[in-house]
C-alpha cells in the first residue's frame, strides 16, 4: 500500500484526519530549528501541519514509507523506534501517533521517548484503548468501513488504555493529560458523498475507544 499514503482517499485516509488533529497539539515553535522526533512517522502525513520552523524528523522500519516522508520535508532515518539511534534529551517534541497500539514492548518505547525528550520537551501522542469497546469498534467494525484502518492491521491485545499509559508515562517523568477523540459524523458522512476530501476529529470526554495525550517531561 506504499502509494496509498498521499491519496486523501485512499486506504490511509483515516490517518491524514488524526494527523492534523495531532498536530494542532504540537507547541508553537521556542526557537528556531527546535527538533521535533516523529516516532513511525509513515509516510509522513503530519509533516505538512507541523508549525515551521521545527526540524522534523522521522523514525520508520519501512523503506518506502521513509521515501514518501522525505519527499514532504521530514529527515529519514529507518530504525526501530524502541532502539532510537538518537542522543540523550535531544528533542523538542517526541510525536507518537498511532503506534503505541503496535508494539509489545510499551514500557521500553516509553522510556525511550522520555530518554530523547528534553526536560521540559512535549510529548504528543494518540492510541486506541484496551477494552471490549475499542475491540468491536476498531476491529468488528472500522476496519470494515471505508476510511477505516485497513483489515488485520490491529492486534487488540496491544491496545493499551489511558490510565495505563499515564501511569508508563509518569514512571519516566512524563506528565501525560488525555482525552478522547472521534471523528466527526456530519464530515464522515459528506466524506463518504465525495463532498469533502478530509474529516475533522472532535475532541470527546471518553477515552475507551481513540484518544490523545499531551505530556511535559518533568526537569
Known amino acids: 500500500m506504499a502509494d496509498q499514503w498521499w491519496e486523501p482517499r485512499g486506504k490511509f485516509a483515516a490517518l491524514h484526519w488524526l494527523a492534523k488533529s495531532r498536530a494542532e497539539l504540537i507547541p508553537k515553535l521556542r526557537r528556531d530549528g527546535a527538533v521535533l522526533i516523529d516516532l513511525a512517522c509513515g509516510g509522513g502525513l503530519t ?24 519527499g514532504h520535508g521530514v529527515v529519514p532515518i529507518r530504525a526501530d523506534v524502541t532502539r532510537l539511534p538518537l542522543r540523550r534529551s535531544v528533542a523538542d517534541v ?64 496491544l491496545f493499551v488504555s489511558a490510565g495505563r499509559l ?24 459528506r466524506w463518504l458523498k465525495g463532498s469533502i476530501d478530509e474529516v475533522r476529529m472532535k475532541p470527546t470526554g471518553s477515552t475507551a475507544v481513540v484518544y490523545q495525550g499531551v505530556g511535559v517531561k518533568r526537569r
Not at 166 to 189: E, F, K, M, Q
Open 94 to 157: 517526541v510525536v507518537a501517533g498511532e503506534i503505541f497500539e503496535h508494539v509489545a514492548d510499551l514500557p521500553r518505547l516509553v522510556a525511550e521517548i522520555a530518554r530523547v525528550l528534553k526536560p521540559g520537551g512535549t510529548l504528543v501522542c494518540d492510541t486506541i484503548s484496551s477494552g471490549l469497546r475499542a475491540y468491536v469498534e476498531m476491529v468488528l467494525v472500522k476496519e470494515r468501513l471505508k476510511g477505516g484502518p485497513p483489515p488485520r492491521i490491529h492486534d487488540h491485545r
Open 47 to 70: 509533516a505538512p501541519h507541523v508549525p515551521p520552523g521545527y526540524r522534523h524528523i522521522g523514525l520508520d522500519l519501512t523503506h518506502s514509507a521513509l521515501q514518501a516522508a522525505a
Open 166 to 189: 499515564r501511569t508508563l508515562c509518569d514512571h519516566v517523568g512524563i506528565d501525560l493529560a488525555t482525552r478522547g477523540l472521534r471523528p466527526s459524523t456530519r464530515d464522515y458522512i
